[in-house]
């Protein structure tokens, strides 16, 4: 088993991890409209922005830098920790538009805690002399990154490869060459339903460093536990958000269901703050409370996980149960459990 | 209790004839790498000529070793492959048997080669080119892996280049991409079905952008031809094919006869240079082909036959097999316990055939022993034999 507790030691206070950042959208928008859940959730008092949306959104950007702080304008509280990618995932299909030195410069400028470096994510459609150029382009753009960064912001290097020893050689190739605090894998969304795939690539990453490791984009209910159990630091998600965009009620330890499919209900299983006072048709009239409910559904996934390995209960049988309801993602997991065992 | 038989593990004492052991196998089939060959020096002779010009001048030269069954074509070839495996330059390959065409003869060498040695090929190609388009200066294979395994270079930067070249090399865009896939874990078993032509699904081929089925002997034909280019590319200087059994073509249809025929003789149409076939074949085969296919025989132009043994021939086998498992000096005579006599008994009895020889040497001194003979003479043979 690969789970493991750190502490990051940031100039806003130490981040105990395994953790996940909820994905803001901030710049995305106008404004920040993700509900609240900074203060009320309590291990949630972190956040993921995309760099590159809030310095192409103008009239956020101005106020920014004319001293309006990210924090008060995302309405949280001063120490709220804040992850900022690059915003790579836009440059899936169009070109860069930005540089190492422009990215970081902004996010210093939004005083962010944790930089992630610039990168080209993969496309399974593309050939594969075209990822292998954007793997190495991904590569070239954290090492610049590495040169310029002198700040006390933790640097976390953005890796990208669709076959372990891609992964591997990329991380070990970037602590050869660069000064990173940890490594970030990124382009695992487009193939995020290949869990086997996922796994490996993920176990590439872990036994390649020893430093910080962050997952981008598969924080949801699902991989959350697979992310924990695989050795992941911290992870992202805005599937809080999207689900709440489409009705769907997030159940800790299941997934997600269409709130169609229990209309009848008059209570939700969930005793959350959210849920556990309020009855499902107040629930389903107000997005914001299903976007809460879903948050606390990821916190509730994380305490549970953390729980199991805190009481020394074993985390192997609990997540045979945990999967147990999904074929696909149960094979998944023994795939990842052998290997796992195979380390250990 | 059923006392029929009586097993037991306990070893024959050969002490008395100045052996540890029986030398003789008690099943004369070639063993893997032959430490013996008594060689019958008009065979020695062409054989080393043919290999010694392929090394000498890196252009292909091809010939044919005939011989009866039971004479020496296997132990033959599989002894010149021993001697060619101990040298770096080159790539050997045996084919037990042509099977049923030219794709199989090419399965039969790629898997002769093995996984590990078509990887460590992709490597030494990846090296070749790291070399060129890097600072890093790897020697071999296990040195790029390590350089790879570490961080020091980074796979993504020479993998689109040496697909480039071997792309250029091979002319076999597909080709080129197996190989390469051959050292990542995650597709490196497809590759290696791709590469030996066991045939994978589309999903699997996709997975490595590979287009083409290496499923027929044209197919068969342009990959061998690659992976000789490839070779010849990272300075080996020849590919050497053994492929026993050759007579077993006379088994197949007319149609697929000629076309094993014709896409050998395509492959040496093809590769003017750094091949060298040794093809082990019964004589009366190679008759008919000499006779019907002049398009194929003409092109390996040389053929050796392996005769049966002469006295001396015996003789100096028998010695050289005893030897093996002396445990004293050599005794006088040096075949002791056996007699010039039974000696001669053996070789009439055989008829020369060196797998009847050994088999009988096997039986005979077996048999002294159990019997405390001091001498395998001719009466003891002719009683025993």
Redesign the interface.
């Known amino acids: 088993m690969l789970y493991r507790r750190r502490t990051l030691d940031l100039s806003r206070g130490a981040l105990e991890t395994p953790v996940l950042f909820p994905v803001r959208n901030i710049g995305k928008r106008s404004s920040d409209n993700t509900p609240e859940y900074v203060g009320t959730i309590p291990e949630f008092s972190v956040a993921m922005i995309n760099t590159r949306s809030i310095r192409n959104r103008e009239p956020m950007w101005n106020r920014l830098t004319d001293g309006v702080p990210l924090r008060k304008e995302m309405d949280v509280p001063e120490d709220t920790i804040v992850f900022a990618d690059s915003g790579g995932f836009d440059f899936s299909s169009g070109d860069v538009d930005t540089t190492p030195a422009q990215t970081l410069d902004t996010q210093r400028q939004l005083d962010a805690d944790i930089y992630g470096t610039v990168d080209l994510p993969l496309s399974r459609e593309n050939r594969d002399a075209e990822n292998d150029r954007r793997v190495e382009q991904s590569t070239k753009y954290a090492l610049e990154a590495s040169d310029l960064h002198d700040g006390d912001s933790l640097l976390i290097a953005s890796v990208h490869g669709y076959d372990p020893q891609t992964v591997r050689n990329n991380i070990r190739y970037l602590e050869k060459n660069g000064h990173f605090d940890g490594y970030a894998l990124g382009s695992m969304v487009p193939i995020r339903t290949d869990y086997k795939k996922v796994s490996k690539l993920i176990l590439a990453a872990r036994t390649a460093t020893d430093k910080h490791l962050h997952v981008y984009g598969l924080g949801g209910l699902v991989y959350q536990p697979l992310l924990l159990y695989l050795g992941v630091d911290s992870f992202d998600s805005s599937a809080f958000i999207r689900s709440a965009g489409n009705r769907n009620y997030l159940v800790p330890g299941f997934g997600g269901e269409a709130l169609r499919n229990v209309e009848s209900m008059e209570y939700l299983p969930c005793p959350c703050p959210v849920c556990g006072q309020r009855c499902l048709d107040d629930i389903r009239e107000d997005r914001t409370a299903l976007t809460q409910h879903n948050l606390w559904a990821l916190a509730t996934e994380l305490r549970r996980f953390r729980y199991v390995a805190e009481s020394d209960r074993d985390i192997e049988e609990y997540l045979d149960l945990r999967f147990q309801g999904n074929p696909v993602t149960q094979r998944a997991y023994e795939t990842a459990k052998q290997q796992v065992r195979r380390l250990s | 209790m059923n006392d029929t038989f009586t097993i037991t593990d306990e070893q024959q004492d050969y002490s008395q004839y100045d052996l540890d052991a029986n030398p003789f196998p008690y099943s004369p089939v070639p063993a893997e790498d032959p430490e013996i060959y008594c060689g019958q020096p008009h065979v020695t002779e062409k054989i080393s000529s043919t290999v010694s010009s392929v090394l000498s001048t890196g252009k292909s030269k091809h010939l044919v070793v005939t011989g009866k069954y039971g004479n020496g074509k296997s132990h033959t070839l599989k002894y010149t492959r021993s001697l060619l495996r101990d040298r770096d330059d080159v790539v050997v390959g045996y084919v037990a048997q042509p099977g049923e065409g030219f794709l199989d003869i090419y399965h039969e060498f790629i898997y002769d080669l093995g996984f590990s040695r078509v990887q460590e090929i992709a490597y030494e190609y990846l090296a070749a080119v790291t070399c060129d388009i890097t600072d890093e200066n790897p020697t071999g294979a296990n040195e790029m892996e390590s350089l790879?395994?570490?961080?020091?270079?980074?796979?993504?930067?020479i993998?689109?280049e040496t697909?480039r070249r071997l792309s250029d090399v091979t002319k076999f865009a597909d080709f080129a991409?197996a190989i390469v896939h051959m050292?990542?874990?995650?597709?490196n078993l497809y590759a290696w079905q791709w590469l030996t032509a066991e045939g994978i699904r589309y999903e699997q081929r996709k997975e490595?952008?590979i287009h083409s089925a290496l499923d027929d002997d044209t197919m068969g034909v342009r990959a061998f031809t690659a992976m000789k280019n490839i070779l010849l590319d990272l300075s080996y200087t020849g590919v050497f094919v053994f492929v026993d059994e050759f007579e077993s073509i006379a088994r197949l249809s007319p149609k697929n006869e000629q076309a094993t025929l014709n896409s050998i003789r395509h492959l040496m149409d093809q590769n003017s240079n750094g091949l060298c076939m040794l093809f082990g074949c019964a004589p009366e085969v190679w008759q008919d082909v000499m006779s019907e296919y002049h398009a194929f025989s003409e092109r390996i132009g040389q053929e050796v036959a392996l005769r049966p043994l002469t006295t001396e021939n015996l003789t100096e086998l028998v010695e050289d097999y005893l030897s093996r498992e002396r445990t004293s000096a050599v005794p006088d005579p040096a075949v002791r316990p056996f007699t010039e006599n039974s000696l001669e008994l053996i070789l009439q009895r055989s008829q020369g055939n060196i797998r009847q020889v050994l088999s009988v040497c096997s039986r005979m001194l077996d048999n002294a022993a159990s019997e405390s003979q001091a001498e395998i003479t001719a009466d003891f043979t002719q009683e025993h034999i």
């Open positions: 790879l395994d570490d961080g020091e270079i980074l796979l993504s930067e993998v689109p697909i991409r050292v990542y874990e995650d597709t490595m952008e």
